[in-house]
């Protein structure tokens, strides 16, 4: 019954802010690699950033400088801390878990993230 529940999705404004949350629930969430990755209309799904379980992160160059990931083991949530968005950041934002040892990984449903005017 592996769940992850994002949330905090929305319209923001060119240089503005957000934070995306997501909830995960049926895994070891404090030794699972967590990650965020990011769909736009006619693209790949692309990496966004990583966390280990160390709390080790990476981040994609395009983002670098500009977003924030974190992990709070207490509540089961990763965070990505989103500052200074651009409008090529406007896409489709999913939650990942990466169990350790196996070749599957979990997946969110995803959050719409629109940076418009």
């Known amino acids: 019954q592996v769940q992850l529940v994002e949330s905090g999705g929305g319209l923001v404004q060119p240089g503005g802010s957000l934070r995306l949350s997501c909830a995960a629930s049926?895994?070891?969430?404090?030794?699972?690699?967590m990650g965020w990755y990011r769909q736009a209309p006619g693209k790949q799904r692309e990496l966004v950033a990583t966390?280990?379980?160390?709390?080790?992160?990476n981040y994609a160059d395009s983002v670098k400088g500009r977003f924030t990931i974190s992990r709070d083991n207490t509540k089961n949530t990763v965070y990505l801390q989103m500052n200074s968005l651009k409008p090529e950041d406007t896409a489709v934002y999913y939650c990942?878990?990466?169990?350790?040892?196996?070749?599957?990984?979990?997946w969110g449903q995803g959050t719409q993230v629109t940076v418009s005017s």
């Open positions: 966390i280990t379980s160390g709390r080790s992160t």
């Open positions: 990942n878990a990466d169990p350790p040892g196996l070749m599957t990984a979990y």
């Open positions: 049926g895994i070891i969430f404090s030794i699972y690699r």
